[in-house]
């Protein structure tokens, strides 16, 4: 996970900025949200990933996308987001909690909790210095 630096789509001080949503990306999933009890469920399925376009033909799964752009981050391959939640389908940021993959894989497995795993290196950072 990186941090954004310099003007969302632009390149400022000799560093370019990867992520470059349309300006309507997170109105459009806003419009897709469907509460359904503490979650915030796109298009009313729970159970299911879902995917959302941006920058003409990119897709990115709605969670990862949120995740990103209510923290400012932006997520390498490696990069796994969590839902707190159990919910697929939901995009609540407080539902959305960055772990590495083998603390993924150790959650799910129930030998830790998720406020046990290690979020990425990153984001402590960005905690630390907030």
């Not at 370019?16 to 979650?39: F, H, N, Q, Y």
């Not at 949120?66 to 932006?74: F, G, I, P, S």
């Not at 390498?76 to 959305?96: F, M, Q, Y």
Request: net charge neutral; with cysteine; hydrophobic share 30%.
């Amino acid at each position: 996970m990186k941090h954004r630096t310099g003007v969302r789509g632009s390149s400022r001080a000799g560093v370019t900025t990867t992520w470059d949503p349309k300006p309507d990306s997170m109105e459009r999933l806003g419009a897709r949200i469907v509460i359904m009890g503490d979650c915030w469920v796109v298009d009313g399925k729970p159970d299911r990933y879902h995917r959302m376009t941006y920058r003409g033909a990119r897709t990115e799964l709605a969670h990862r996308f949120v995740y990103a752009e209510v923290n400012d981050v932006t997520l390498g391959a490696d990069d796994v987001i969590h839902h707190l939640c159990e919910v697929k389908g939901c995009v609540r940021p407080e539902h959305l909690h960055a772990t590495t993959a083998s603390d993924h894989k150790r959650i799910h497995d129930g030998t830790i909790t998720a406020e046990e795993s290690r979020t990425t290196p990153e984001l402590t950072l960005q905690a630390a210095h907030g």
